[in-house]
């Protein structure tokens, strides 16, 4: 993000679509991280960790 564009950052460039875009793809980027996060812990005993 560093990156200049005459004396901007390319940042300071990018169009309202782009950064909505960019905000949508992360939420669901992070929604799918805690799904499978969700998944994977979804039939454990709390507090007994890992079955081995």
Same mark, same amino acid.
């Given at each position: ?9 390319? /940042?300071?460039? !990018?169009? #309202? ?10 939420? =669901? ?5 805690? /799904?499978?996060? !969700?998944? #994977? ?10 079955? =081995?």
């Amino acid at each position: 993000m560093t990156h200049r564009i005459g004396n901007k950052d390319v /940042a300071q460039m !990018r169009s #309202k679509e782009e950064k909505k875009r960019t905000r949508a793809f992360n939420k =669901a980027m992070e929604a799918e991280k805690q /799904a499978i996060a !969700r998944a #994977k812990y979804r039939n454990e005993i709390k507090g007994y960790g890992m079955p =081995a």
